[in-house]
């Protein structure tokens, strides 16, 4: 049972999607943030809406409190890497409170979001009295850095089969951390939308999924796949062979 729970929460912190799930695996609370709201911006953006543009330096970070956030990189073919998808009660654009350089992503609201903006200046000041409060930053640090370290593997290798399967293996390690029994977890995503996470084209995505339904591993209609058969998932997670 204990293998199984660190074998989740290794996944977890492997996937492109970062929610409070993810920093709990970590051991860390967003409840640090709740006495210091006040002492931020708050905001609503819409769905849609840019948060942070490419070659902005908002000079602080943003608390999201509801809604979901995606952090896109973009070539000069215009074609779009999704970085990471943040999720509620978790921060973004923490980087820009240690350094003035212009940023090389965009953050956009995927769903309407209510935010609080922090400055440079006021986190680095709590951040001197609270050390909850800096481990948070920290560790969301730390594991922005180990997601991107297996995006950049995985690009390297171009490893395609690989890739996807660590992505739907991490989201649905996500979903059984939430508590969802095995057979009822069903992955809501497109294709486009795991292509952008992969940086390849839709195209290639769908021929994998379609692999990956020959083989009994995964079932799909339209934008729901469901996980059939987990441990050969896993297997090629982890650079097993199909």
């Known amino acids: 049972m204990v ?38 911006r708050r905001l609503h953006k819409p769905k849609g809406d840019i948060i942070v543009n490419i070659g902005e330096n908002p000079g602080g970070l943003y608390f999201i409190q509801k809604g979901d956030v995606q952090c896109n990189l973009l070539s000069k073919e215009d074609t779009i890497k999704t970085m990471s998808i943040r999720g509620e009660r978790t921060i973004v654009g923490e980087q820009f409170v240690f350094h003035h350089q212009p940023g090389i992503f965009e953050v956009i609201a995927l769903k309407d979001c209510e935010l609080y ?40 290798k171009h490893n395609i089969i690989q890739s996807l399967a660590r992505i739907l293996y991490s989201i649905y390690c996500i979903e059984e951390k939430r508590g969802f029994p095995d057979k009822s977890i069903i992955i809501n995503i497109t294709h486009e939308e795991l292509a952008n996470m992969m940086g390849t084209h839709r195209v290639t995505v769908t021929k994998y999924l379609n692999h990956f ?15 059939i058969n987990q441990d050969k998932l896993r297997n090629l997670a982890i650079g097993g062979l199909e």
């Open 117 to 156: 903006y922090f400055s440079r200046d006021v986190i680095l000041n709590l951040a001197q009295k609270d050390i909850q409060l800096l481990l948070f930053i920290s560790t969301s640090l730390a594991v922005t850095s180990r997601m991107m370290a297996y995006q950049i593997s995985d690009l390297s």
């Open 213 to 227: 339904k020959a083989l009994g591993i995964v079932d799909y209609k339209y934008e729901k796949i469901r996980v």
């Open 3 to 40: 293998n199984k729970a660190k074998e989740l929460e290794e996944f977890i912190t492997q996937s492109i999607y970062f929610g409070e799930t993810t920093l709990q695996s970590e051991g860390v609370s967003s409840k640090v943030w709740d006495k210091y709201l006040s002492l931020g």
